[in-house]
């Protein structure tokens, strides 16, 4: 079955740059959209950033684009998340998730806390 494991998180500055990664097991290579997710305290879950495997595009949510690159190094089965130019109102639980496509979430890693202060 598919497992998603999350590392990078911590406590950064305003205006520093975090880089999370995602281990992905278990998923085949070709079938899937992969994305980030985030949680705000008494916030909801909000899609971040997509990378869709087969043909490489990207999506973006408004609040981040231009600040946050999402890739993924094939070889490695990692998803990336490359955050900069952070702001407090990026602190939130960062998650890898398995996509169905148009940001809904199938299958979650446990999350990785990004605090900006």
């Known amino acids: 079955h598919v497992q998603l494991v999350e590392s990078g998180g911590g406590l950064v500055q305003p205006g520093g740059s975090l880089r999370l990664s995602c281990k992905i097991t278990?998923?085949?290579?070709?079938?899937?959209?992969r994305a980030w997710f985030r949680q705000a305290p008494g916030k909801e879950r909000e899609g971040v950033a997509a990378?869709?495997?087969?043909?490489?595009?990207?999506y973006y949510a408004d609040s981040v684009k231009g600040r946050f690159t999402i890739s993924q190094d094939n070889a490695k089965n990692t998803l990336y998340l490359q955050m900069n130019s952070l702001k407090p109102e990026d602190t939130a639980v960062y998650y890898c998730?398995?996509?169905?496509?148009?940001?809904?979430?199938?299958?979650w890693g446990q999350g990785t806390q990004v605090t900006v202060s």
């Open positions: 278990g998923d085949p290579y070709s079938s899937n959209c």
């Open positions: 990378f869709y495997v087969g043909g490489g595009s990207t």
């Open positions: 998730v398995r996509d169905g496509g148009d940001w809904n979430p199938e299958v």
